[in-house]
């Protein structure tokens, strides 16, 4: 066993496999002084440099900077100055938060070069926190997709097969966790997109209440649908990342005042105590057409599981369901049109070299800078807005989003937490959706409505196609009903070893490529 | 409603109902009458901006003062300043209008380089404010002017452009709170229109949320103008006029456009809807953009702030830490006090002119010895009236009462006063000090003052002489002798009656 003095080469040796490691473990370890927060980041950096050429989920790797940090928590603790509770644990985040210093793209050409002068509230809590950040991740430019394949910057491989697209818009989240190529990593969910990629990765996320993380610092795609939330392994360290992260913060007018739950412990509960007399519902409508029925069994499956963990199934109704799809994209395109009106050429980013009036300026700079799907949605999102169609598209959408949210309400009223498949398909190929702009939007057809209704809802796998690729299941909870959630997610997973399985590591691919 | 038989023969373009005339000028102008209706904006003078943190004072450096939620940098998210709400309360109560107890923001969507986000965070459908009304006098008649709504947004930046076709922006302004004060078409001349102006910066100066710098640009106004036949219902097309940072200004372009609009109609030509910029230099409007290429600003409520919400409670505490406004304390001094209307607006035009005022009645000064006081000798020698309301004021109000009262008991003679005023206002001391210190006390004892005649009568046997042959007006020549005589301290009336005695004697 390396003493406390030994160099940091020697001590490497008392390492855990970080293939697979718990954020529980790693931090315990550290505080421990079992192993060394720098050859922790060592570790996960040489993963990265070994292995992300071929999954492509960093954008941007600052090795350098995550070494001095981690340094510095080593140095801290053999000073015995305090250790955040989770010092030295190695993480990554989607390039859709703003990282002081360090380059901000949403993996959009407009963005390039953009180093912003500001940290977002959630990257600075995990900061805080002790966490040494090893870079930025790949995502659908503007977190706009489900699939990865709108990058700028080049697609992201699911680690469970190559061939096959991770989800998005948090693709690069889901893939790194699920590879090991950090131990933990934030996304945003504006219609699936901590959930849908969690579930193609086999790893857990979830986008908690609307309000419960501060959108300060989170590029707005559709600001009233944002939600930003956790990637991790296990539904234990998903529930320790949302209690860093989550909380009021005075630079978020929507952020809410009630303090933050005791995530770890309703998982602890769940797990440990069960869920004798929960109350989960099944809603008739998330389990129809169009389902894959590898998914559709294996979600059944694990509805029975959760029965035999003592809860109560009951079959709910959320009968607006199908106005969910169409209400989403009225919304979230009018507010992104909104949104991304801001990236002009004229303060940050990219600017269109050959501009002779100001209108050129602009319309270049945005022709050259967004790609198809931004331009997509910005123009249906303005066609949305015009004047005289507003209370058409805009006023009623909001209309129907009312009565999606009131559905929810009424259900909550009969049960204590909500199953359904987190996708109605598992990971599909590159390409196979990319042609019909409609099939791809159809694929957040069981996450939507829970952005809508600003609700938490946590994706976990709940098992594998025959092809080998995972399967999600999805806990929705009422408002500020994280705790249920996680109770029932934590007993779920306590009862299966799903979340154990862990993707081989592709091929070296001989440095980054 | 009125018609050309109100005023027969005017050259003037008709006010309505008043038949007050403009100045506007030139034949033929009497057939229409004038609707123009005032969007002023207000910057409100809080510490920070509307959304952010930076500082919302005018004449940093460029860029100096700006944070990245006033630049719009991605991520960042507007957080309301509660001192612009106070603001916007305040002036609403100070003109009547309904403070709705629940409203929005909306986002304005329009490209310049200007504005940081793309678009500009304003209220729409949901106004903080709605109705209320300014009252004010055109030449001491009571003019109202009917407001539709008064509501908050932020500021835009400043665009500069340099030589050789490079420009810049400077965004310290963006994001300074501001009240868009939007009146109903309700003024009838340049004149009034102008003096709804000053009636608000009067009123925005008085409740402390503005300070009404025009040339600087923290109120500015944009008009609508419009000419109708007399006497017809429908509103004339109109055209918005930009650009006025002057009351001239706004007097000068709005006049312009009148005669503009009524040549176009006596050649029989169409108004065309467009907005204007007034050119102060040239003394003359060039068109900015027409309607027809009018923007689409894609209105939607701002997702990034929730509803704002007006408790009763709350309207109930700035009710009470309202200033009385400058309407009421007019209404005051003329009635209670029986001022002129002339002293009455000269003291209400700044808050701390009449709280100068006030002051020095309560210490008790007459009101209206206190107001020829105020008016002919303190305002003559301040630069800027606000400069009373602090707390080096050269000659406080309970000093100019103590002032005025030696004055009134005889101590002082009115010329004497005067010169103890100027002594306070250099030197910082009390009238009892320079008084007691100078032996300036009037002397109204007849038998000094008879001594003092006899000297003088004897001094100058000539002229007592020519006085006596019947020329009487060298009185006065013996009256300023006799004062000489005794150092300006005499009584006047005192003197003229022991002279009388001597001389006629």
Redesign the interface.
């Known amino acids: 066993m390396a003493s406390a003095a030994s160099s940091s080469t020697t001590s490497a040796s008392t390492l855990p496999e970080v293939r697979g490691a718990s954020i529980a473990t790693l931090a315990e370890g550290v505080r421990a002084g079992r192993w060394k927060a720098r050859d922790l980041t060592e570790a996960y950096l040489d993963r990265v440099a070994r292995l992300d050429g071929a999954l492509g989920t960093y954008l941007l790797v600052d090795g350098e900077r995550a070494r001095r940090r981690a340094s510095a928590i080593d140095a801290a603790r053999v000073e015995g100055r305090p250790l955040g509770p989770l010092a030295g644990v190695p993480i990554a985040l989607k390039d859709i938060?703003?990282t002081r210093d360090i380059e901000?793209t949403?993996a959009s050409k407009i963005?390039r070069g953009?180093h912003?002068?500001?940290e977002?509230t959630p990257s600075q809590r995990l900061a805080d926190a002790g966490t040494v950040m090893l870079g930025k991740l790949n995502m659908d430019e503007f977190a706009m997709g489900s699939s990865n394949e709108n990058s700028s910057r080049g697609t992201v491989k699911n680690p469970w097969s190559l061939a096959h697209v991770p989800g998005g818009s948090s693709g690069g989240s889901a893939a790194a966790v699920a590879a090991s190529l950090c131990a933990g990593a934030l996304g945003t969910d504006t219609g699936g997109s901590i959930r849908q990629p969690a579930a193609l990765c086999g790893v857990v996320g979830i986008k908690p209440t609307y309000g419960r993380v501060s959108?300060?610092?989170?590029?707005?795609f559709a600001?009233?649908l944002d939600h930003p939330g956790p990637f991790g392994r296990t539904v234990d360290d998903v529930a320790t990342l949302l209690e860093v992260i989550a909380g009021p913060d005075?630079?978020?007018?929507?952020s809410i005042p009630t303090p933050v739950g005791r995530y770890r412990e309703a998982v602890r509960a769940g797990s440990q105590a069960g869920i004798a007399g929960v109350r989960v519902g099944v809603p008739a409508e998330y389990f129809g057409a169009g389902m894959d029925a590898e998914v559709e069994s294996a979600v059944r499956a694990a509805i029975a599981e959760v029965e035999r963990a003592g809860a109560n199934v009951v079959p709910v109704s959320l009968p607006n369901t199908k106005y969910a799809i169409a209400t989403y994209y009225l919304i979230c395109t009018?507010?992104a049109?909104?949104n991304?009106?801001?990236y002009?050429g004229?303060?940050?980013g990219y600017r269109t070299p050959d501009a002779h009036s100001?209108e050129e300026l602009?319309t270049r700079t945005r022709g050259e800078g967004f790609g198809w799907e931004p331009k997509r949605r910005i123009m249906l999102g303005?066609y949305v807005?015009?004047?005289g169609y507003?209370e058409a598209y805009?006023g009623k959408a909001l209309k129907a989003r009312r009565l999606l949210a009131d559905d929810f309400a009424a259900a909550f009223a009969r049960c204590d937490v909500m199953l359904t498949p987190t996708s109605p398909i598992p990971a599909f190929r590159f390409g196979e959706k990319t042609a019909d702009p409609l099939q791809m939007y159809l694929a957040d057809v069981m996450t939507v409505a829970a952005n809508l209704a600003g609700i938490p809802a946590l994706s976990q796998c709940c098992g594998f196609t025959r092809a080998g690729l995972p399967i999600g299941l999805q806990v929705m909870g009422p408002p500020l009903g994280e705790e249920a959630v996680f109770r029932v997610a934590g007993a779920y997973e306590a009862r299966t070893d799903w979340h154990r399985r862990l993707p081989e590591d592709p091929r070296a691919s001989g440095g980054v490529a | 409603m009125s018609t050309d038989s109100i005023a027969p023969g005017r050259a003037g373009v008709g006010t309505g109902a008043g038949a007050r005339e403009s100045t506007a000028g030139g034949t033929g102008l009497g057939k229409y009458e004038v609707v123009i209706g005032l969007e002023v904006h207000a910057q409100l003078a809080t510490r920070s901006k509307i959304f952010s943190g930076s500082s919302a004072a005018f004449g940093a450096e460029p860029n100096a003062a700006t944070d990245?939620v006033c630049?719009?940098?991605?991520?960042?998210?507007?957080?309301?300043n509660r001192a612009a709400v106070l603001a916007a309360v305040k002036l609403g109560l100070a003109v009547g209008s309904h403070i709705r107890q629940t409203c929005r923001f909306t986002?304005k969507?329009y490209?310049y380089?200007d504005l940081?986000?793309?678009?500009q965070i304003s209220q729409f459908d949901e106004p903080i404010c709605e109705g209320g009304t300014v009252r004010f006098r055109l030449h001491g008649e009571a003019r109202s002017v009917r407001l539709v709504r008064i509501h908050l947004e932020e500021d835009a930046g400043k665009n500069l452009h340099a030589a050789a076709g490079a420009s810049f922006?400077d965004y310290n302004r963006a994001g300074v709170p501001l009240c868009e004060i939007v009146s109903e078409p309700d003024v009838r001349s340049a004149e009034e229109a102008s003096e709804y102006v000053r009636a608000l910066r009067t009123l925005v100066r008085y409740l402390g949320i503005c300070d009404g710098n025009m040339e600087e640009g923290s109120m500015r106004c944009d008009a609508n103008v419009s000419l109708r036949l007399r006497g017809a219902e429908r509103l004339g097309t109109k055209a918005e006029l930009k650009n006025m940072n002057s009351f001239k200004n706004v007097r000068d372009a709005i006049e312009h456009e009148v005669r503009r609009q009524a040549a176009l109609l006596d050649r029989g030509e169409r108004v065309i809807q467009e907005t204007r910029l007034w050119d102060a230099a040239r003394g003359l409007s060039v068109a900015m953009r027409s309607k027809e290429h009018a923007h689409?600003?894609?209105?939607?409520p701002e997702?990034?702030?929730?509803p704002l919400v007006v408790s009763d409670a709350y309207l109930a505490d700035v009710r009470a830490s309202m200033p009385e406004i400058p309407e009421a304390r007019y209404a005051r001094y003329t009635a209670l006090a029986a001022l002129s209307p002339q002293d009455a607006s000269v003291l209400c035009a700044e808050r701390e002119i009449a709280d100068y005022f006030d002051a020095t009645v309560r210490a008790g000064a007459a009101p209206k010895k206190a107001a020829n006081w105020v008016i002919n000798e303190v305002l003559a020698r301040v630069d800027d009236a606000r400069l009373l309301g602090e707390a080096g004021v050269k000659v406080a109000p309970t000093a100019l009462a103590e002032l005025i009262a030696l004055v009134d008991a005889g101590t002082l003679s009115g010329k004497l006063g005067k010169d103890v005023f100027l002594r306070m206002w250099a030197e910082g001391r009390t009238a009892r000090d320079i008084v007691a210190a100078e032996g300036l006390a009037q002397v109204s004892d007849t038998d000094a003052i008879r001594a003092a005649g006899e000297r003088v009568l004897a001094a100058h046997p000539d002229e007592l002489r020519r006085y006596r042959a019947g020329e009487r007006k060298l009185m006065g020549f013996f009256v300023g002798a006799v004062m000489k005589e005794m150092g300006g301290k005499a009584n006047p009336k005192g003197a003229n009656e022991v002279l009388k005695l001597l001389l006629e004697g």
């Open positions: 938060f703003i901000t949403c963005l953009f912003p002068p500001y977002s959108r300060h610092g989170v590029v707005a600001s009233s005075p630079m978020d007018a929507t009018a507010e049109s909104s991304l009106a801001r002009d004229v303060r940050f100001l602009y303005t807005l015009r004047a507003y805009y | 990245p630049l719009g940098l991605p991520g960042t998210l507007p957080v309301l986002r969507h490209f380089p940081p986000k793309g678009f922006v689409d600003y894609r209105y939607f997702p990034d702030l929730p």
